[in-house]
């Protein structure tokens, strides 16, 4: 799931108790949502994104472009 779809999900507040939880600003972490000017987070952030989601947001949506360099291992799990 996009980070953007997740947010969208999530109740009146809760992008400000996501984005504390997470341990970034809102406003970064809407940035992040948006794609905003190429941004992508961090590997170890994408590791925590996706904790504190649940798993609804994976590391794979978060980086599209290069998570197979980053975490080889899930390539293998994937398959």
Excluded: N
Excluded at 9 to 21: I, K, M, N, Y
Excluded at 38 to 67: F, K, M, N, Y
Aim: charged share 25%.
């Amino acid at each position: 799931m996009k980070l953007r779809t997740y947010l969208d999900t999530l109740p009146h507040g809760g992008v400000s108790e996501f984005a504390a939880r997470i341990c970034v600003s809102p406003v970064y972490l809407s940035q992040l949502a948006a794609e905003q000017d190429g941004r992508v987070p961090s590997p170890t952030l994408c590791v925590v994104i996706e904790r504190e989601s649940q798993r609804a947001v994976q590391r794979q949506d978060l980086r599209p472009a290069d998570w197979k360099d980053i975490w080889p291992e899930l390539v293998t799990a994937e398959a």
